[in-house]
């Protein structure tokens, strides 16, 4: 069974610091996720990587994903308080299951 | 542009009571999915469709009921509600293909969420 693990489940950082979360997964895949929920919202997508060794980044976000480690990486440069959310990586099953983290809350304080 | 619509937002039921949520998409997805949201716990799949008239299991499916009569709608019945079922219910729709055979990206797009209750 597909189990995705997140760490740190919490995160407290100031502000222009930088920080990487950190998603291990148990199963073969190369389909990952990161998604972003900001409190008493809803989930929206921010990063999709398909492939062993891809690489995205969106403003002062990274991500990347080592397959062969069952690794993924999201890397935050100089946070500033906009980046405050709680952030979970998804993976994808091969039968159309998607398994989630159980999240990274982060706080970014001035 | 509506994307992914989920109601009621809120709900309290008392145990034993049924209630259906209600999701539907207008982006013309195949894939649709329903999640729930515990504290701690992520998002656990109840069920799934990868097509109209073709549902799955998830990791929680137990209490609960689906069906796909088209590609649109994708509602969630709880049959005999109890308080373990209180949670908030995200239903997700995607454009993945059949297992096998994605067209697009994969990613999931989001309705606003349900809160349910039950006491």
């Known amino acids: 069974e597909l189990k995705v693990e997140q760490n740190p489940l919490f995160l407290s950082m100031q502000e222009g610091k930088n920080y990487t979360i950190y998603c291990n997964y148990s199963?073969?895949?190369?389909?990952l996720y990161w998604y972003r929920q900001d409190p008493g919202k809803s989930l929206e997508s921010l990063f999709v990587l398909l492939s062993n060794g891809a690489v995205k980044q969106e403003g002062r976000l990274m991500a990347s994903l080592d397959t062969k480690a069952r690794l993924s990486t999201l890397h935050i440069t100089a946070a500033v308080h906009d980046l405050s959310a709680t952030y979970f990586c998804?993976?994808?099953?091969?039968?159309?299951?998607?398994?989630f983290g159980a999240g990274t809350r982060l706080t970014v304080k001035p | 542009n509506a994307g992914v619509t989920q109601t009621p937002k809120f709900q309290v039921l008392k145990t034993g009571q049924s209630m259906t949520l209600q999701c539907a998409q207008d982006?013309?997805?195949?894939?649709m999915s329903w999640y729930r949201q515990d504290p701690g716990m992520g998002l656990r799949l109840i069920h799934y469709?990868?097509?109209?008239?073709?549902?799955d299991q998830g990791e929680v499916p137990n209490g609960y009921n689906v069906s796909r009569s088209t590609t649109e709608d994708f509602p969630l019945r709880l049959l005999s509600a109890a308080p373990s079922q209180t949670s908030v219910y995200f239903c997700?729709?995607?454009?993945?293909?059949?297992?096998?055979?994605?067209?697009?990206?994969?990613?999931?797009?989001f309705g606003e969420g349900s809160r349910l209750t039950v006491l």
């Open positions: 199963t073969t895949s190369d389909r």
């Open positions: 982006m013309n997805h195949e894939y």
């Open positions: 997700a729709s995607s454009s993945w293909g059949l297992a096998g055979a994605h067209g697009g990206a994969g990613e999931l797009f």
């Open positions: 998804a993976v994808e099953a091969n039968n159309n299951d998607m398994r």
């Open positions: 469709s990868v097509g109209a008239g073709i549902t």
